[in-house]
């Protein structure tokens, strides 16, 4: 919220939260270093919050307005993905809604719809479903046909750990910073547990998913690795804020060297599999790939 405004995240060195009239310091940056797509994830205020998240379907929120302005200027330069969860928006910071501490997950798809339909109208080109409800991607994929939206995609977060790499993001959305200590296990995987990716991804794809996300990326390469193997679709890593910061508090103490580092790990996404990689160190890979 504001105007003009570049806020730091404390716990992630070198990212920084913007105020839409800022957005274009992050897009023209990305489209000069030649990087295909920008995510969006908003920091919603307080007071905007409540049970049942409405304000993810507010036409007026963050994320539409932003998806408003990059299109506005400039058009299909580079493509835009949108998260697809209520965990920005709820004062509880679950990803659903909530009846009795137990969430609802097919009241909770009803409102994913609406959001989703919301995003592709203000003009998102990919849908991330983060949320983990069951059938979510089936439902979205068919209300986005009926509408008339069936070249936006659909990436699925289809093998989305239970994971302790989340928490510098949580600091930077405001979101999910006072869940307690079982946290989102019932509904994200859990860790122990391979196959179940493998079952949750082959359901994703069965329901219409384009791309499945692989989160977070460093712990999880063999689920990144079986997954290519097994259904051969475009997978996705995903480096999450915990492995960026982890790696940044290596760099400043000098344990660890930055760019020979940060190639070394992108390969090893890309030896296991990854088709595309979401990483906050996307603009200085750039740099390095164009210099070499």
Known sequence: EGFN??????????????????????????????????????????????????????????????????????????????????????????????????????????????????????????????????????????????????????????????SSFYGPFREAVGAGTSLGKAGKSTYQMDPANGDEAMHEIALDLAEGADMVIIKPGMPYLDILARAKAEFGVPCVAYQVSGEYSMLCASFENGWLTRERTIQELMICFKRAGADAIMTYFAPEIAKMLRQS
Not at 26 to 32: E, G, L, P, S
Not at 122 to 134: E, I, Q, R, W
């Open 5 to 162: 405004k570049r806020q730091e995240i404390s716990s992630m060195p070198g990212v920084f939260r913007y105020t839409i009239n800022r957005l274009s310091q992050i897009v023209d940056r990305a489209i000069k270093k030649k990087i295909p797509m920008v995510a969006l994830f908003p920091k919603t205020q307080n007071v905007r919050k409540d049970e049942l998240g409405t304000e993810s379907l507010n036409e007026k929120n963050l994320v539409c307005s932003a998806i408003i302005e990059i299109k506005k200027k400039y058009k299909n330069q580079i493509g835009i993905m949108c998260d697809v969860a209520l965990d920005p928006y709820t004062s509880h910071g679950h990803d659903g809604l909530i009846k009795s501490n137990i969430i609802l997950n097919d009241e909770t798809i009803e409102v994913l719809i609406n959001q989703s339909l919301l995003q592709a109208e203000m003009g998102c080109d990919v849908l991330a479903p983060s949320d983990m409800m069951d059938g979510r991607v089936g439902a979205i994929r068919a209300a986005l046909d009926d509408a008339g939206h069936k070249n936006v995609q659909i990436m699925a977060y289809a093998a989305k750990y239970s």
